[in-house]
């Protein structure tokens, strides 16, 4: 069964500054994704990573995925206040008993500092 | 485009009672997922729908349950309700199995007292 597994929890960043939340998953998975949720809110997709070596940008933000090493990272370039939430990594299958479904790591909370 | 809609958005219910949640995809998307947001217990799949069928179940227990319609809308029932089922629950929809991405509704908060 997968397992995926964030790290760090809490990151406090200062503002201008970079940083990366690493993500590892234990078997294989087909698909890595990454979602922001602020709090009372739902989940805003980010990147979709479908095969290894992806690597997507948007803004701030780069999601990379090295299926070899069952690892996933979110990289924060320049932080600022905006990127202050709640980022998950989740990962999923095109068969098996995890078909269909995302298995979400416990999620990193992010606070950004001026 | 609208996006999934979720209803009621807040739910309180006693405990042994049963609560029915609905979920409205994105036009287009056949496929609807379940998942419980509980505090300290992080994100778990509940359920999956796609073409009116249960495709896939996550471990939790019978008294969860679910359906969708014809329009590919869907609802999850908990029956005999516990203390510990108060959570969010997120409802997701996409296009087929979700390999290109699944959209998130807004929730519905279940308080159980």
């Known amino acids: 069964e997968l397992k995926v597994e964030q790290n760090p929890l809490f990151l406090s960043m200062q503002e201008g500054k970079n940083y990366t939340i690493y993500c590892n998953y234990s078997t294989t998975s087909d698909r890595l994704y990454w979602y922001r949720q602020d709090p009372g809110k739902s989940l805003e997709s980010l990147f979709v990573l479908l095969s290894n070596g992806a690597v997507k940008q948007e803004g701030r933000l780069m999601a990379s995925l090295d299926t070899k090493a069952r690892l996933s990272t979110l990289h924060i370039t320049a932080a600022v206040h905006d990127l202050s939430a709640t980022y998950f990594c989740a990962g999923g299958s095109a068969g098996g008993t995890s078909y269909g479904k995302l298995t979400f790591g416990q999620g990193t909370i992010l606070t950004v500092h001026p | 485009e609208a996006g999934v809609t979720q209803s009621p958005t807040h739910l309180i219910k006693t405990r042994g009672q049963q609560a029915t949640l609905r979920c409205s995809p994105i036009s287009g998307h056949t496929s609807v997922y379940w998942y419980q947001q509980a505090l300290g217990l992080g994100l778990q799949f509940l359920l999956w729908y796609d073409e009116g069928e249960e495709r896939n179940r996550g471990n939790f227990p019978p008294r969860f349950s679910g359906r969708q319609f014809p329009n590919y809308s869907s609802e999850l029932n908990v029956n005999a309700l516990e203390l510990e089922d108060s959570a969010l629950y997120l409802c997701?929809?996409?296009?087929?199995?979700?390999?290109?991405?699944?959209?998130f509704g807004s929730g519905t908060r279940l308080t159980v007292v």
């Open positions: 997701a929809s996409s296009r087929g199995d979700g390999t290109y991405g699944y959209t």
